[in-house]
């Protein structure tokens, strides 16, 4: 493979025009480019107006995520030989969310309802002398939810997230069950009032689009699934 044509949309608010799709011919010039290579290659060397957020190159700060040929990734760990079709890859910005600028969309909506579940460990017992402990059957438990890096692909992904504004969305529910489920933690149950709504945890259908968008291999659904458990729990 000697190059790529990557097809991206793009849209300049300032200049009054419609979102359109535009060409690149990216040149494969080492192996193991990534879509992020790509996209450098592009800015720093055909057209400095293009737009899309990177900053640690490593899969960890989550600023990257955009949709790939139809899918939500991150461009920093996929590879283009990966998703090159016919030798063209198709870059769209995350669906779902206000577009500011070719693929860099508004994040303010979801990193909102990510603080509206209160993100951190609530606790009403005094602090102990040193750290609050857990056993390591404790700590397991929070295995699969702390790795959350907000990339937005989960959420981003999810129709009911496209059909529902309010809705708290995977990323947010992941996030909160992170809490809930941490043995040091005493803030479950103001949590679970504000999960008990049909914005919440309610308005999860199981469409597991969140489970495969995931770029850290994390399971949103399941998160939610223990919500609505530890919810029936309360109520019955
Ligand atoms: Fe940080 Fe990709 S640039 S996750």
Redesign the pocket.
Known sequence: MQSVTFTILRYDPAGGGEPRYQDFQVNITKPGMMV?DGLNQIRWEQDGTLAYR???????????GVNVNGANM????THIEEVARKGRVVIQPLPGLPLIKDLVVDLEDFLRKYFTVKPYLITRAPAPDKERLQSPAERRRLDGLYEC?L?ACCSSSCPSYWADPEYLGPSALLNVWRFIDDSRDEGAQERLDILDDHHGAWRCHTILNCVEACPKGLNPTKAITGIKTALLKRKF
């Open positions: 992020l990177r900053s640690c190159r490593e899969g960890v700060c989550g600023s990257d991150l461009t920093c760990v890096i990339c």
